[in-house]
T-cell receptor
Framework: NAGVMQNPRHLVRRRGQEARLRCSPM?????VYWYRQLPEEGLKFMVY????????ESGMPKERFSAEFPKEGPSILRIQQVVRGDSAAYFC?????????????FGPGTRLTVT | SQKIEQNSEALNIQEGKTATLTCNYT??????LQWYRQDPGRGPVFLLL?????KEKRKERLKVTFDTTLKQSLFHITASQPADSATYLC???????????FGTGTKLQVIP
C-alpha cells in the first residue's frame, strides 16, 4: 500500500521559469491538500482539491499559482514565473474523508529552490 | 479569526520523563483534533485523532486530552525516548469539506 508520492523531491529553477510539482495520493483517497513550509515555520495551507474540483483555494496566491487534480493522473501544483520567495518545501497530503475522520497522509515533499 | 497556539519555544526533557505539549485554539469549535509528528526534512505523520465527545485517547505511550470548555488539547508522551525528539503539530478540524489548519508546532528534544 504505497503512501503519498511526490515528485520531484528536489527542484531547482531560475527566476522566471515555471515549476510543476506532482502528487499522487494514497490509493482510495480522493481528497488532496497542498501546503507550503518555509524553514523554521509552520505548514501554511494553500489549496484543497477533490477530483476535478477545487474545494478551497483560500491559501493560494492569486497570481502565478494554480492547482489541479484531474480525473486521471496526479495532482499538479504549478508555479509560473518563479521568484526567490517561492523557495520552500511544498507538501502534498491526501485523506479518505470518511465522516469525522479526515486525518491526512503526507508525502515526502518537494523542495523548490529558485536561483 | 481562527487561531491555534502551541508552545513556540522548544521543550527539553530528560529521557524517561513524561513530555506534555499544549495546543490552545480560539474562535473555533472543532468537531475533533488531530496530532502529527514532523521530523526535519520530512512530511508530517499522523499520530492520533480525538473527537469532541472523547475526553481522552491513548495509543501506546501517547495520550491526548481534549477539553472543549477550555478550548485546549494536551498531548503526553510517557517514558520519553530520544527517538521521540521531533516537532509535534496539532490540527483542530470541523470535519467535512473544511480545510485542516495546523498549529506552528512545538519542538521536543528528549535528552539521554
Amino acid at each position: 500500500n504505497a503512501g503519498v508520492m511526490q515528485n520531484p523531491r528536489h527542484l531547482v529553477r531560475r527566476r522566471g521559469q515555471e515549476a510543476r510539482l506532482r502528487c499522487s495520493p494514497m490509493k482510495g483517497h480522493s481528497h488532496v491538500y497542498w501546503y507550503r513550509q518555509l524553514p523554521e515555520e509552520g505548514l501554511k495551507f494553500m489549496v484543497y482539491l477533490q477530483k476535478e474540483n477545487i474545494i478551497d483555494e483560500s491559501g493560494m496566491p492569486k497570481e502565478r499559482f494554480s492547482a489541479e487534480f484531474p480525473k486521471e493522473g496526479p495532482s499538479i501544483l504549478r508555479i509560473q514565473q518563479v521568484v526567490r520567495g517561492d523557495s520552500a518545501a511544498y507538501f502534498c497530503a491526501s485523506s479518505p474523508l470518511v465522516y469525522q475522520r479526515d486525518e491526512q497522509y503526507f508525502g515526502p515533499g518537494t523542495r523548490l529552490t529558485v536561483t | 479569526s481562527q487561531k491555534i497556539e502551541q508552545n513556540s519555544e522548544a521543550l527539553n526533557i530528560q529521557e524517561g520523563k513524561t513530555a506534555t505539549l499544549t495546543c490552545n485554539y480560539t474562535n473555533y469549535s472543532p468537531a475533533y483534533l488531530q496530532w502529527y509528528r514532523q521530523d526535519p526534512g520530512r512530511g508530517p505523520v499522523f499520530l492520533l485523532l480525538i473527537r469532541e465527545n472523547e475526553k481522552e485517547k491513548r495509543k501506546e505511550r501517547l495520550k491526548v486530552t481534549f477539553d472543549t470548555t477550555l478550548k485546549q488539547s494536551l498531548f503526553h508522551i510517557t517514558a520519553s525516548q530520544p527517538a521521540d525528539s521531533a516537532t509535534y503539530l496539532c490540527a483542530p478540524s470541523s470535519g467535512g469539506y473544511q480545510k485542516v489548519t495546523f498549529g506552528t508546532g512545538t519542538k521536543l528534544q528528549v535528552i539521554p
